[in-house]
T-cell receptor
Framework: DVKVTQSSRYLVKRTGEKVFLECVQD?????MFWYRQDPGLGLRLIYF???????EKGDIPEGYSVSREKKERFSLILESASTNQTSMYLC?????????????FGQGTRLTVV | GESVGLHLPTLSVQEGDNSIINCAYS??????FIWYKQESGKGPQFIID?????DKRQGQRVTVLLNKTVKHLSLQIAATQPGDSAVYFC????????????FGAGTRLAVHP
């Protein structure tokens, strides 16, 4: 079974904290993505990575950064958490760009910033 | 910017009926489309996909139709069951786009006995 695993299902953090969300995939996929999901807005792309140490901004990168030191792991970092970053965060992985295929998603991390 | 949207935010159907969920996309360069199902507390799960060189694709109880002329995508679920209750998302991407998926807002399907 293919798997994308996010380290936490639920997180509660305080405003101003630095927050790390971790994601691991076991499919040897080159592409990895971080989305946030908010009611009525669907899934919006924060950052993606197409190779180790490579990253590209998505549609809403402000307030976030990412790290990909190993192929299987993609971390999302909230430099200084704010209440408007309360959301569901979804990690995904997929095969390379020349083979358009579906992305596989993790179960999500519901982050609350208080 | 380019976006994918859905016509109906909520769809209620009777068990056993057929369901049709619609989606409009705006990026004419998109050439690959996916439908995802998301159940409560879970991440989105792949249902079916279609490439732009096709008009129709069938799976088990599901059919996706693509109309490139009007940039419209639909998901048909035959003999809808209670287990089909979920939020459904359409997503699009294009060749050379790193498989970045652009998602719509989602449609909630509620199946009533």
């Amino acid at each position: 079974d293919v798997k994308v695993t996010q380290s936490s299902r639920y997180l509660v953090k305080r405003t101003g904290e630095k927050v790390f969300l971790e994601c691991v995939q076991d499919m040897d996929h080159e592409n990895m993505f971080w989305y946030r999901q908010d009611p009525g807005l669907g899934l919006r792309l924060i950052y993606f990575s197409y190779d180790v140490k490579m990253k590209e901004k998505g549609d809403i990168p402000e307030g976030y950064s990412v790290s990909r030191e190993k192929k299987e792991r993609f971390s999302l970092i909230l430099e200084s958490a704010s209440t408007n970053q309360t959301s569901m965060y979804l990690c995904a992985s997929s095969l390379p760009t020349d083979m358009n295929t579906e992305a596989f998603f993790g179960q999500g991390t519901r982050l609350t910033v208080v | 910017g380019e976006s994918v949207g859905l016509h109906l935010p909520t769809l209620s159907v009777q068990e056993g009926d057929n369901s049709i969920i619609n989606c409009a996309y705006s990026n004419s360069a998109s050439d690959y489309f996916i439908w995802y199902k998301q159940e409560s507390g879970k991440g989105p799960q792949f249902i079916i996909d279609i490439r732009s060189n096709m008009d129709k694709r069938q799976g088990q109880r599901v059919t996706v139709l693509l109309n490139k002329t009007v940039k419209h995508l639909s998901l048909q679920i035959a003999a809808t069951q209670p287990g089909d209750s979920a939020v459904y998302f359409c997503a699009e991407t294009y060749s050379g786009g790193y498989n970045k998926l652009i998602f719509g807002a989602g449609t909630r399907l509620a199946v009533h006995p």
